[in-house]
Nanobody, 133 residues
Framework: RFSWQASGGGLVQPGGSLRLSCVGS????????IAWFRQAPGKEREGISC????????YHADSVKGRFTISRDNTNNTVYLQMNSLKPENTAVYYC??????????????????????????WGKGTQVTVSS
């Protein structure tokens, strides 16, 4: 079974950094994007970062742009989310997910899928990130 598992969460002080990892188990030629979502208590699941596994294009939500960076290591089938300058409002459960829709080559379609939880097909268990002093 192809799956993804997020790890690397924990407790960090405001202004600190964490690096989350999403490791794929098995291989799939169907996925075209790997995304990071987060869900804070009482809020909807939010797509924050995404990377195309076809051409390397990336997307970052405005709320994290300039602070979070998504990257990939194809050799180890791993996607990372480097989170810098963390804020208390970033406290949430962070999930990684994979989308398997046919690759269109359209950046707008890629972004739309990355922004919506319904654009993703494969979900892993989340990892808790808590930003607090």
């Amino acid at each position: 079974r192809f799956s993804w598992q997020a790890s690397g969460g924990g407790l960090v002080q405001p202004g600190g950094s964490l690096r989350l990892s999403c490791v794929g188990s098995g291989f799939s030629s169907d996925y075209y994007a790997i995304a990071w979502f987060r869900q804070a208590p009482g809020k909807e699941r939010e797509g924050i970062s995404c990377i195309s596994m076809k051409d390397g294009s990336t997307y970052h939500a405005d709320s994290v742009k300039g602070r979070f960076t998504i990257s990939r290591d194809n050799t180890n089938n791993t996607v990372y989310l480097q989170m810098n300058s963390l804020k208390p409002e970033n406290t949430a459960v962070y999930y990684c997910a994979a989308g398997s829709a046919p690759y269109s080559g359209s950046y707008s379609v890629f972004v739309a899928d990355c922004r919506s939880r319904y654009g993703m097909d494969y979900w892993g268990k989340g990892t808790q990130v808590t930003v607090s002093s």
